[in-house]
């Protein structure tokens, strides 16, 4: 059982952090748009994979002692799947992470645009999107749980912005990773939007690939082992 003294600023933590990723994504690619209107959308890719890493680090350095810095429904399942989480806070945390990415795009768009929710108009994504989601988010949550049983989770706050930064730039899909951050993107109409029509299939390979990773870590370093390993090591 959880203490609700604990458990209610991990929450309050993991809603601020991811908030804070989403609105600086919303909000640096409102701030830039006029790059991409001139013909050089690669600076506006460029200052939001900046923002993004600046955010992360600042959320995970900060709140990664209160919550554990989880700030992803993606790294919430594998983590729990994987026992480093504690199975009754995988709903509360995955609730105010999406809760989070949801606010955070009605205050930036209310913020550079007037508006409060707007959507744009696209298509289901195509293969090699979909390719792109579950890589980016495979590694991503790959790294966490290794972190995390490796060494309780050290070096996340540099480890988790380094990747996203640049995988912002390796991926087509701008490595959104992250159910969270891609609902936040379905409701703005911004040069980080995400289309209603294709955030359901990018959302669900983002959690098939969390699965990936907390069955091949399950089968292949079961918990018992990783804690022989640390031992041996001591």
């Not at 939001?48 to 399942?77: E, W």
């Not at 105010?96 to 930036?108: C, D, E, N, T, Y």
């Amino acid at each position: 059982m959880v203490n609700k003294s604990t458990l209610v600023p991990a929450l309050v933590v993991e809603f601020l952090g991811t908030a804070l990723l989403v609105a600086a994504q919303i909000g640096t690619g409102y701030a830039l748009t006029g790059l991409a209107q001139i013909g050089l959308p690669q600076m506006v890719t460029f200052g939001i994979a900046i923002v993004s890493a600046l955010a992360l680090a600042i959320a995970i350095t900060m709140g990664g002692p209160i919550s554990g810095g989880h700030f992803n429904p993606a790294v919430t399942i594998a983590l729990t799947l994987t026992n480093n989480s504690p199975e009754n806070r995988a709903l509360p945390y995955i609730g105010a992470q999406l809760l989070g990415g949801f606010l955070a795009a009605v205050v930036a768009n209310f913020l550079w645009a007037g508006t409060v929710v707007t959507m744009s108009v696209g298509t289901a994504p195509v293969a090699n999107q979909l390719t792109s989601e579950l890589l980016a988010t495979g590694v991503l949550v790959g790294i966490v749980v290794t972190m995390v049983r490796r060494n309780g989770g050290q070096g996340l706050n540099w480890l988790v912005p380094a990747w996203v930064g640049t995988a912002i730039f390796l991926t087509p899909t701008g490595c959104m990773a992250n159910p969270a951050v891609t609902l936040g993107h379905m409701f703005t109409d911004s040069y980080t939007s995400a289309a209603p029509e294709a955030v359901p299939s990018y959302i669900g390979i983002q959690i098939i690939a969390a699965l990936l990773v907390a069955g091949a870590t399950v089968i292949f370093a079961p918990m018992s082992a990783a804690k022989n390993a640390s031992a041996t090591k001591k």
